[in-house]
T-cell receptor, first 114, second 109 residues
Framework: DAGVTQSPTHLIKTRGQQVTLRCSPK?????VSWYQQALGQGPQFIFQ???????QRGNFPDRFSGHQFPNYSSELNVNALLLGDSALYLC?????????????FGQGTRLTVV | EDQVTQSPEALRLQEGESSSLNCSYT??????LFWYRQDPGKGPEFLFT???AGEEKEKERLKATLTKKESFLHITAPKPEDSATYLC??????????FGKGTRLHILP
């Protein structure tokens, strides 16, 4: 079992551009959550997907959007990138039955906006 | 306002020196509290789930406890490999997850 895999691992984008990050959940998991983690801070909840729908959302603007596919994999899209969007983006998968707090995390995508 | 506060921010211990990390919270509609370990450059690794006051969970040198307003992560006789950032997270009944900022733990050999 490969666990949660994220791609790419690192990314550099220019302010104003758009970016798509990808996540494959742990085998058997049906829920994917996305987090943003700034240096020295805890992860901040962006949103959660279950059954291909956004089930819950944190305090992030509409520039942040996502998608979940029938195979449970997920994408995070960020439009009109700002310098402040530079962070580690983490994907976490879980079982809806056990709740999203008990999750397996990927290694993250380090996004740098210049 | 929902809040999760971890203390101390950083802790340096000698190998074998036991201590506790604290996670205090104010949140409406708590479903569960979780502890994670995060190594530099990696995603968090799940450690424990606690659902009700009085509950305790143990794993090797770690023990997590929960009261109505806070949780403790006790580390007994730590080793250098226990050095990491320890994160506390809460899951609300509306499915939102709130993480604390973490405690950076450094165990000196």
């Amino acid at each position: 079992d490969a666990g949660v895999t994220q791609s790419p691992t690192h990314l550099i984008k220019t302010r104003g551009q758009q970016v798509t990050l990808r996540c494959s959940p742990k085998s058997g998991h049906d829920t994917v959550s996305w987090y943003q983690q700034a240096l020295g801070q805890g992860p901040q909840f962006i949103f959660q997907y279950y059954e291909e729908e956004e089930r819950q959302r944190g305090n992030f603007p509409d520039r942040f959007s996502g998608h979940q596919f029938p195979n449970y994999s997920s994408e995070l899209n960020v439009n009109a990138l700002l310098l402040g969007d530079s962070a580690l983006y983490l994907c976490a998968s879980s079982l809806a039955l056990r709740g999203a707090g008990e999750a397996f995390f990927g290694q993250g995508t380090r996004l740098t906006v210049v | 306002e929902d809040q999760v506060t971890q203390s101390p921010e950083a802790l340096r211990l000698q190998e074998g020196e036991s201590s506790s990390l604290n996670c205090s919270y104010t949140v409406s509609g708590l479903r569960g509290l979780f502890w994670y370990r995060q190594d530099p450059g990696k995603g968090p690794e799940f450690l424990f789930t606690l659902y009700s006051a009085g509950e305790e969970k143990e794993k090797e040198r770690l023990k997590a406890t929960l009261t109505k307003k806070e949780s403790f992560l006790h580390i007994t006789a730590p080793k250098p490999e226990d050095s990491a950032t320890y994160l506390c997270a809460l899951e609300k009944r509306d499915d939102k997850i709130i993480f604390g900022k973490g405690t950076r733990l450094h165990i000196l050999p």
